[in-house]
C-alpha cells in the first residue's frame, strides 16, 4: 500500500482527470456527494433537453405525427445500437425496451427453446433478486424445467454447469459486493457444457467495458437508469448474439415484435434480428430522457472511464480503511481490481444508522440489507475530491458516535 | 334524420356545452383539428408540468431519496386507484405499468391458471392484433392450450363459449370499427359457461363510462396513452376483480411484484391483491406525464362525457353522409348509440390518400388498412365546431378530388 494521498494530492488528480470536463454535462445538486449512481444515475443537461424536446414539441404540438417524424418507432433499436458500443455489440444486437424482469423472461425462454431436451436454469443465489423470481415464473410455465442455485445447491456456479443445464443466467457485477465475473472465462465454460449464458449488466453497463461479443455471450440484459444515467425506471434493454436470431423465440410476442406490425394481421409473424425481443408501446418521454443521457455516452472512452472507476475505488478503499477501519467498518468488496466494479461495500453492524447519517450530511451512498453500506463511483461525474470529502465525513460520523442518535434509525418503507 | 345544423346551431352547442372549459388545460396546436386521440392522446398543461417536476427537481435534485420523497414506488398503485373511478373499478383492484401486451400475457396466465382443465382461450379475428399475437405466446408456452378466434371458429362470439373455455379475450370496442360491446351481456354469458374474461379497455377507457366491478368482470386490461391522454407510450394497467387476488399467479412474477422487494429474499413470495400483477421497475418519468393527466380526469363527469361523445359522433355521422356520401364514403361503424365507441370510421376506396389529404389540410384522422379512415372524438378537446371544419375541409377534399395528387399515396413507413 502506497502512502496514502493528501488533499494536494487528491486536486492533483482531479486536475489530471482526462474525463473532469463530463461532470460540468450533469446537474448536480448543491452540497451533495451523490455515490449512488449505481442505483439511479444522475440527470443530465442533454436528458432533460431531450425529455422537453419530446414532451413539449413532438408530443404537444407535432401529436400522432412524431411516430414518423421524430423517429419515435425506431428509437428502441437505434439507442440499442448506442449501448452496443458501450458493452462490445456489434450492431442490429440490442433492442431497448421494457423492464429488466421482463427481458430476462424473454431471454430465458428463448435460451431454453434453442436447447431442447436440456432443463435446467441455473443463477446464482446472491444474484439481484428479480433475476431469480423470473426464473422461478418461466420454470412455472415449463413443466419438467427446474432452477438450480449457486450457493445453495452447489458452492461455485462452475459445480452446477453439466450436461442438463440449458442455460446460466449470471450476474457481471454482483448488485451488492461489487464482485466482478470474468465474462469470457465463465462464458467457455458455460459453452463447452453445451449450455448458453445469459449476463445480466445491471451493475455494469457504463460502469466499465463489457465485451460480450468477444466473450461469445449469448444473451444479455441491463438496465439504463444506473450507469447510463437514463432517468428513473428508463426503459431497459436486451442483447441476442446474431448467430441465434433467426431461432429465437419468445413467448411475449406482442405487436411490437411483428415481422409487420402495422399490417394489422391476424397471425403472429416473428420480426427479422433483435426486433422479435420487443412485445408493446414503449414509454417514449422516458426513451427520449435515455437518448440524451447516451449523447454523452457517444463521447466517452470506455478505458478512461475504467481507469478513473479503479482509481476513484482504490482511493476509496484506502482512505476508508485507512481512517474508518478502527470503527468497525470491514471491507465487502474485494481488493483485486480484475474482479471489481464501480462500486464499493463495506460492512458494519449498525450499516443502516449509519448510511441514514451520511444521508444527512449530504454523502449519498445505500445501504443494503443486513450490514452493507453500499457507495457507486460513476466517473462521468464523480471527482476525487468527492471521495476524500465522503470519506471525511463517514471518518467524523463513526468517530462522533453520530449514528447512534434514535432518529437514524427510522426506517422508511422503501430504501 | 332531423335537419342538419347550421354553423350557428354548432356555436350554441359549444356555448352550452358542459365540458367546453377543459379544452383550455390542452395544449393543442394551431391550425389543427385533432380528431386522432384516440391513437395519442393531447399533452395537458398538468401532465407537462408534473414531468417537469418529475424531472427537474425529483429526478435531477432529489435524485434517489425520491423512490421514498416522491412517492414513486406507490405511484403504480395510486394511479391505479384513480384510473379505477373511470372504468368502474373500487379501489385496489388496478395497477399501472408495462404495456398493454405484457399485461395481456400476464392476465391470460392468470386466467388460465384460474381454470384448470380448460384449454381453450377464445379471441376476435377482429381484435387489436397484439391480443392475438400474444394469446399465441401464451399458447406457445402451455401445451394442450389452443386459442379460438371469433370470425375464423365461428362467426359470433357466443358460438365458441363452451365447457372448453377457459377464458375469453374481448375488446371493448374494436379499434377500428369502433362497435361497443354490451359488457354486463358478454360477461355474463361467458360466467354462465364457466369462463373467465378479460377485457381490453384500449379504446373505451376515457373514451366512455366503463363499469368493470358492476358487469361482474374477471380481468382488464387497457393503455393510458389514447383518451386519457397519458403520454406517447405511457404505462399501460391492468385490473384483477378482488374476489381473484388470493389465487392470482402470473409468471412474470419480478420483484416487484414480490411481497417484500427490498428485503431481497431468494424466494419469490406474491404481494398481496394487485400489486402481484407488477414486474419490474417503471419508466417514472413517463407514469408522472400520466399522473398530470390524472388531476384533469378527477374533475370529469363521465356521463357528461359520453353524452357529448355520442353528439359529437351523431354529428360527424350526419354531416358527413349529408355532404360526402355521393363521393364514395360509408359508414364503418354502427349507427345504434348504444353499440358505438367515441370513434368513427368510414371506408373509402382511397382512405389513404384521402387521409394524407386531410392531415395537409390540418385535420389530423388516421388510416387503417386496407380502406378506412378513422376518426376519434375526444369530448375534452373537442368541439362541435371542430367536427363541423373537418368535415368541410373532407367535403373539399372529396368534391375537388385533389387526394388524387401523386404525392398524397407516398406510404411513410409506419402510418
Known sequence: ??????????????????????????????????????????????????????????????????????????MPVKLGDRIGRLVGAAEGQIVVGDTTSVNIYKALHAALALRPGRNVIVAESGSFPTDLYVAEGVVSTRPGTSLKLEGVDAPAIEDLIDETVAVVLVNHVNFKSGTLRDMAVLTKRIHDAGALAIWDLCHSAGALPVELDAAG???????????????????????????HHDNIVQPLSGWWGHARPFAMETGFAAAEGIRRFQCGTQP???????????????????????????????????????????????????????????????????????????????????????????????????SYRDVWDAVAVLEDILASGVWKEPRFAVRAAVT
Chains 1, 2 share one sequence.
Open 217 to 243: 455471450a449469448d444473451f444479455a440484459v441491463g438496465c439504463t437508469y444506473k450507469y447510463l444515467n437514463g432517468g428513473p425506471g428508463a426503459p431497459a434493454f436486451v442483447y441476442a448474439a446474431r448467430r
Open 284 to 382: 417514449i418521454l422516458s426513451m427520449r430522457a435515455l437518448k440524451g443521457a447516451l449523447d454523452i455516452w457517444d463521447e466517452v472512452d470506455m478505458q478512461a472511464l475504467r481507469e478513473k472507476s479503479l482509481a476513484l475505488t482504490d482511493l476509496f478503499i484506502a482512505l476508508v480503511e485507512a481512517r474508518c477501519g478502527q470503527y468497525g467498518v470491514s471491507l465487502e468488496t474485494t481488493c483485486a481490481r480484475a474482479s471489481r466494479g464501480s462500486q464499493v461495500s463495506f460492512a458494519h453492524d449498525h450499516a443502516y444508522e449509519v448510511m441514514q447519517a451520511l444521508i444527512e450530511r449530504g454523502v449519498i451512498g445505500d445501504f443494503r440489507a443486513p450490514s452493507t453500506l453500499r457507495f457507486g463511483f460513476t466517473p462521468l461525474y464523480t
Open 1 to 74: 500500500m502506497p502512502a496514502l494521498p493528501d488533499l494536494s494530492a487528491i486536486e492533483a488528480l482531479d486536475a489530471a482527470d482526462p474525463l473532469r470536463a463530463f461532470r460540468e454535462r450533469f446537474v448536480l445538486p448543491e452540497g451533495v456527494i451523490y455515490l449512488d449512481g449505481n442505483s439511479l444515475g444522475a440527470a443530465s443537461h442533454a436528458a432533460l433537453a431531450e425529455l422537453d424536446t419530446a414532451a413539449r414539441q413532438e408530443w404537444s404540438q407535432d401529436l400522432i405525427r412524431s411516430w414518423n417524424t421524430a423517429g419515435w418507432f425506431d
